[in-house]
């Protein structure tokens, strides 16, 4: 709970585990253009439900501490795609505040839901996110330019709304939605790292302002927030991101693609099985 000093030997132990999943989300996060956030939400629900930690309300915890570790994570990564001159300002100020707003709609949502419910949740959008990566083609298309108007507005709101329900700054949907409407797959991966910090921005604050009242929470949590996972995380994938974007610039990615999509795929089942068990 948030006033009480935690055990050593649990707050050790969570940690080392934590360091190693925020290695391998940033890792992933620079070598393939997806967001951490998809690694992280499961890998953080097994530790803290391995540590003994009441599973009914980890997944809150989950999406939030994911979600505080992305507002850092997506400025880094902006500002470096800005030097570059690839992100698409334009398509930012149009999407952000709709995302925005559908992330606040989603903590208001996520935070009445049954943690079955958030599990399944996110293991049906998971399983899609798997089947792109998987299966999904350059040349398809939706149009040729983003949704203007109402459908850009209707198509923002539920694009922050989905990814603070998984736990992720927007890039696993913004850059395939991009790609469909004819964005170049760089400039999409590029301005996509920007709509992490409109979605997980408020959504963070969100978290932090709610929860309080939950007992059994683990160590040094606030609201949802865990803030050991929160700073380990945030530390350790400022450290692999770059390692994995210059193995990307280094090798083929499309085998490693393959390869992440079935192991996305086999998280977000599991989640649903433990979703539909419960």
């Not at 709610?210 to 606030?222: D, E, N, Q, R």
Request: charged share 10%; proline share 6%.
């Amino acid at each position: 709970m948030e006033g009480e000093i935690p055990d050593p030997v649990i707050l050790v132990l969570m940690m080392a585990l934590l360091a190693a999943i925020g290695a391998f989300a940033g890792l992933v996060a620079g070598l393939l253009g997806v967001g951490g956030g998809i690694v992280l939400v499961p890998a953080l629900f097994y530790v803290f439900s391995v540590l003994g930690f009441d599973p009914q309300q980890l997944m809150q915890i989950c999406l939030a501490t994911s979600l505080a570790t992305i507002v850092f994570t997506s400025i880094r990564s902006v500002l470096a795609h800005h030097r570059r001159g690839a992100v698409d300002w334009a398509i930012l100020r149009g999407w952000g505040p709709g995302a925005a707003v559908g992330a606040g709609v989603a903590v208001v949502a996520a935070t009445g839901m049954r943690g079955e419910i958030l599990m399944l949740v996110f293991g049906i959008l998971g399983v899609l996110v798997g089947l792109y990566l998987a299966f999904g083609r350059p040349e398809w298309r939706l149009g040729d330019r983003l949704p203007r108007g109402i459908w850009r507005g209707v198509n923002s709101v539920i694009l922050g709304f989905l990814s603070v329900l998984m736990g992720i700054g927007g890039g696993s949907f913004g850059v395939p939605l991009m790609s469909l409407y004819g964005q170049p797959i760089h400039r999409a991966v590029a301005t996509a790292s920007g709509f992490g910090v409109a979605i997980a921005l408020p959504a963070t604050i969100g978290f932090l302002l709610s929860g309080h009242a939950l007992v059994g929470k683990p160590p040094l949590t606030i609201g949802y927030v865990n803030v050991p996972a929160f700073a380990v995380i945030v530390v350790v994938t400022m450290l692999t991101t770059p390692l994995g974007v210059r193995l990307a610039h280094a090798m083929n990615p499309r085998p490693l693609r393959l390869a992440f999509a079935v192991f996305i795929g086999l998280m977000a089942a599991n989640m649903l099985r433990k979703a539909l068990a419960g």
